[in-house]
């Protein structure tokens, strides 16, 4: 289904996190990803055991430090980033069966509107059924939708777009993330949870020069083990182990054997700080699914209510969308549980009286080619989908959909209508409340839309 381009973005983000083996070859010209060369492994000892790591700093943490910054924390707005892989198909998120060329581009992948629920803000268009729970939202002013976000002169490769979208700029070169440039700006050195990556590798949204952040599996499965094994009965005594060596190489005279030292006494104190977690205590039905995004969002609600100091979350959503084969089944699949997983955390916030401190930002590097190929999937277009999600949104949406008759580029993909460098700015802005000239390149050169009630 995914077209090698695709593949090889995966595989190279997934390299850049595994220990011991170098960065990826990269041919000339082509820009690196922005957190090369930070892997949680390599700094936890390069144990493949462990689920918690931490990144960046001058230096790591003293044992107490989480525990200090937990205990010192006021309360303030988190931003999530959910990333949608592979280039979603915004003509079919949102689709235009109102637009008369519609079912001419879409002979076979065009959808029926009478099954589906109309777009209040545009006649045109319908939200794919597998997408009712982020109608439902919308439909209470809680999602914002961007029908149409891109950037200028688009570049249709996987790893290019991405990248630009990570670091906030069309610019190969950068090798810090957009939150993690924003994390550097208000750094709490004694907090890596300002910026967590709930993954089992760094976001390269979240790469810092200097503020530390970390990388999370799940809150509940903090562990010392090895995941092949079924039953770790000597987990705590490694712990305690690792610990103790840790505390002894820490005072040490070498530099590497300090670095190591802190990380495995800082690994116990984390995992101590986390076993807190052993049961989420919700009172909503998350959906159930082998992924594990669900069961994340799941931790995440948790961990914002047990006050951890939580600035800014990313995460990858369910599902793969780069669908140049077979669209139908795997675009639906995806679209419905990370919809309703969505709608699930949105209702868990509720429920918890933290509704009004999280706001969820969903993106993907490019949409789709309007006209469906001969193998009843789509190819790399321009112009993508994107959501706004929390109950302090304007909703309605920002830009507009351009229309298949004169909203089409050369190539015949969707145009933007709105910035995703706009979008981001008024995010650090009106959201996290710092100067977004300090975080996105030439910030002032793109029109930020009013985002908040």
Same mark, same amino acid.
């Given at each position: 289904?995914?077209?090698?381009?695709?593949?090889?973005?995966?595989?190279?983000?997934?390299?850049?996190?595994?220990?011991?083996?170098?960065?990826?070859?990269?041919?000339?010209?082509?820009?690196?990803?922005?957190?090369?060369?930070?892997?949680?492994?390599?700094?936890?000892?390069?144990?493949?055991?462990?689920?918690?790591?931490?990144?960046?700093?001058?230096?790591?943490?003293?044992?107490?430090?989480?525990?200090?910054?937990?205990?010192?924390?006021?309360?303030?707005?988190?931003?999530?980033?959910?990333?949608?892989?592979?280039?979603?198909?915004?003509?079919?998120?949102?689709?235009?069966?109102?637009?008369?060329?519609?079912?001419?581009?879409?002979?076979?992948? +065009? !959808?029926? @509107?009478?099954? #589906? *629920?109309?777009? &209040?803000?545009?006649?045109? %268009?319908?939200?794919?059924?597998?997408? /009712?729970?982020?109608?439902?939202?919308?439909?209470?002013?809680?999602?914002?939708?961007?029908?149409?976000?891109?950037?200028?002169?688009?570049?249709?490769?996987?790893?290019?777009?991405?990248?630009?979208?990570?670091?906030?700029?069309?610019?190969?070169?950068?090798?810090?993330?957009?939150?993690?440039?924003?994390?550097?700006?208000?750094?709490?050195?004694?907090?890596?949870?300002?910026?967590?990556?709930?993954?089992? +590798? !760094?976001? @390269?949204?979240? #790469? *810092?020069?200097? &503020?530390?952040?970390?990388? %999370?599996?799940?809150?509940?499965?903090? /562990?010392?083990?090895?995941?092949?094994?079924?039953?770790?009965?000597?987990?705590?005594?490694?712990?305690?182990?690792?610990?103790?060596?840790?505390?002894?190489?820490?005072?040490?005279?070498?530099?590497?054997?300090?670095?190591?030292?802190?990380?495995?006494?800082?690994?116990?104190?984390?995992?101590?700080?986390?076993?807190?977690?052993?049961?989420?205590?919700?009172?909503?039905?998350?959906?159930?699914?082998?992924?594990?995004?669900?069961?994340?969002?799941a931790g995440l609600a948790a961990m914002i209510q047990a006050g951890l100091p939580l600035r800014c979350v990313s995460i990858t959503a369910p599902g793969h969308y780069d669908t140049h084969a077979?669209?139908?089944?795997?675009?639906?699949?995806?679209?419905?549980?990370?919809?309703?997983?969505?709608?699930?955390?949105?209702?868990?916030?509720?429920?918890?009286?933290?509704?009004?401190?999280?706001?969820?930002?969903?993106?993907?590097?490019?949409?789709?080619?309007?006209?469906?190929?001969?193998?009843?999937?789509?190819?790399?277009?321009?112009?993508?989908?994107?959501?706004?999600?929390?109950?302090?949104?304007?909703?309605?949406?920002?830009?507009?959909?351009?229309?298949?008759?004169?909203?089409?580029?050369?190539?015949?993909?969707?145009?933007?209508?709105?910035?995703?460098?706009?979008?981001?700015?008024?995010?650090?802005?009106?959201?996290?409340?710092?100067?977004?000239?300090?975080?996105?390149?030439?910030?002032?050169?793109?029109?930020?839309?009013?985002?908040?009630?």
């Amino acid at each position: 289904m995914s077209c090698y381009d695709c593949n090889r973005t995966e595989l190279l983000r997934k390299a850049v996190a595994e220990a011991g083996r170098g960065l990826p070859a990269i041919e000339p010209g082509m820009p690196l990803p922005a957190g090369t060369g930070l892997s949680r492994r390599s700094f936890l000892l390069r144990s493949s055991g462990l689920a918690f790591a931490v990144f960046g700093g001058s230096a790591f943490l003293s044992p107490r430090a989480v525990e200090a910054a937990i205990e010192a924390a006021t309360p303030g707005r988190i931003l999530v980033s959910v990333f949608l892989s592979g280039g979603a198909d915004t003509l079919s998120v949102l689709f235009p069966a109102g637009d008369p060329l519609y079912h001419q581009f879409r002979p076979v992948l +065009g !959808l029926d @509107p009478a099954s #589906a *629920t109309p777009f &209040a803000e545009d006649t045109r %268009l319908y939200w794919h059924p597998s997408t /009712a729970s982020l109608a439902t939202l919308h439909g209470e002013g809680k999602v914002t939708v961007l029908p149409a976000i891109g950037y200028d002169h688009p570049d249709k490769s996987h790893f290019t777009s991405r990248h630009y979208w990570e670091v906030g700029a069309t610019d190969p070169h950068l090798r810090t993330g957009w939150l993690g440039r924003y994390l550097d700006t208000v750094n709490q050195p004694d907090n890596p949870l300002q910026g967590l990556s709930l993954d089992t +590798g !760094l976001q @390269p949204s979240l #790469a *810092t020069v200097s &503020a530390p952040v970390a990388a %999370l599996d799940s809150p509940d499965t903090f /562990a010392f083990s090895d995941s092949r094994i079924v039953s770790f009965p000597l987990e705590a005594q490694m712990l305690k182990a690792a610990g103790a060596l840790g505390s002894a190489h820490a005072v040490g005279g070498d530099p590497a054997l300090q670095q190591a030292g802190n990380a495995a006494k800082q690994s116990l104190h984390l995992h101590t700080q986390l076993g807190t977690f052993s049961n989420f205590n919700t009172k909503v039905t998350y959906p159930t699914s082998t992924d594990p995004f669900p069961h994340r969002l799941a931790g995440l609600a948790a961990m914002i209510q047990a006050g951890l100091p939580l600035r800014c979350v990313s995460i990858t959503a369910p599902g793969h969308y780069d669908t140049h084969a077979g669209q139908a089944q795997p675009l639906s699949s995806g679209l419905k549980l990370t919809s309703d997983a969505l709608l699930a955390f949105q209702r868990d916030l509720e429920q918890r009286g933290l509704a009004d401190r999280v706001l969820v930002h969903v993106w993907s590097e490019f949409g789709r080619r309007a006209q469906e190929n001969g193998s009843q999937g789509t190819d790399h277009g321009a112009a993508g989908i994107g959501f706004l999600i929390g109950s302090r949104v304007r909703g309605g949406m920002i830009g507009e959909y351009p229309g298949l008759q004169s909203g089409l580029d050369s190539q015949g993909n969707l145009v933007p209508t709105a910035d995703f460098r706009g979008v981001y700015g008024a995010l650090i802005a009106q959201w996290l409340g710092a100067d977004p000239t300090r975080v996105i390149p030439n910030a002032a050169a793109f029109t930020q839309p009013a985002l908040l009630r």
